[in-house]
């Protein structure tokens, strides 16, 4: 079964870090390009960052908001994927979710995603 | 990069059809075939429902079809069943360091 299970959300403080992890089972982890996308409470959906493999140089893209602040990291041996978020703002409050893009290039659609793990920045 | 526009809310009624629009520019969703569709339960996970614009992974129902006309794509959703309550949202590649952007979402209530 192929699955995504995202862990290390939780309450941190503005201007703290957090270091979140996303284990994955059931598909080829070393050959996927990995995403995070992320979901303010009760707000739409935004792109947070993708990872390519790392044949591919391990290269990374971030979202305008993020970028300078998240990074994103994978540890093939383990099958897991990283976002250490650091300098944090109230306005990433959100539930995170790790998901894989596919298709065309890949670049096309999202599955499969993880049940999400939800980050509060708040003093 | 702004969020590409959807309506708020669509309702019908069951066995309608219904159709959600997802606007954006000539550097998304006007300019590559690369738009996809997402249904989110209440504190569930997205799941793509229409990739590519018109396809189907599979799984789901072909009462599930997409479209595109400029800058302007499309999720139409025919034979309207109660577990179709949902929110949409539409996703596009773009042509900006941030490489996606998605829709404001919509909000299908089956009267």
């Known amino acids: 079964e192929v699955q995504l299970v995202e862990s290390g959300g939780g309450l941190v403080k503005p201007g703290g870090s957090l270091r979140l992890s996303c284990a994955a089972s059931?598909?080829?982890?070393?050959?996927?390009?990995m995403t995070w996308v992320r979901q303010a409470p009760g707000k739409g959906l935004e792109w947070v960052g993708r990872?390519?493999?790392?044949?591919?140089?391990?290269?990374?893209d971030y979202a305008a908001p993020v970028k300078g602040r998240f990074t994103i990291s994978r540890d093939d041996s383990k099958n897991t994927l990283y976002l250490q978020m650091n300098s944090l703002k109230t306005e990433d409050t959100a539930v995170y979710y790790c998901?894989?893009?596919?298709?065309?290039?890949?670049?096309?659609?999202?599955?499969?995603w993880g049940q999400g793990t939800l980050v509060t920045v708040s003093s | 990069q702004s969020a590409l526009t959807q309506p708020a809310s669509v309702s019908g009624s069951p066995g309608q059809s219904i159709t959600i629009s997802c606007t954006g520019t000539?550097?998304?969703?006007?300019?590559?075939?690369?738009v996809s569709w997402y249904q989110q339960h209440p504190g569930k996970a997205p799941k793509v429902m229409i990739y590519e614009v018109t396809k189907r992974p599979s799984g789901v129902s072909n009462r599930f079809s997409g479209s595109k006309s400029g800058n302007t794509a499309s999720l139409t959703i025919s034979g309207l069943q109660a577990d179709d309550e949902a929110d949409y949202y539409c996703?596009?590649?773009?042509?900006?360091?941030?490489?996606?952007?998605f829709g404001t979402g919509t909000k299908v209530t089956v009267l």
């Open positions: 059931g598909f080829s982890f070393t050959n996927a390009w």
């Open positions: 990872i390519k493999t790392e044949t591919e140089g391990g290269t990374t």
């Open positions: 000539s550097n998304d969703v006007g300019f590559y075939n690369l």
């Open positions: 996703c596009s590649y773009a042509l900006s360091s941030t490489l996606y952007v």
């Open positions: 998901t894989a893009p596919r298709g065309a290039a890949r670049l096309s659609w999202f599955d499969p």
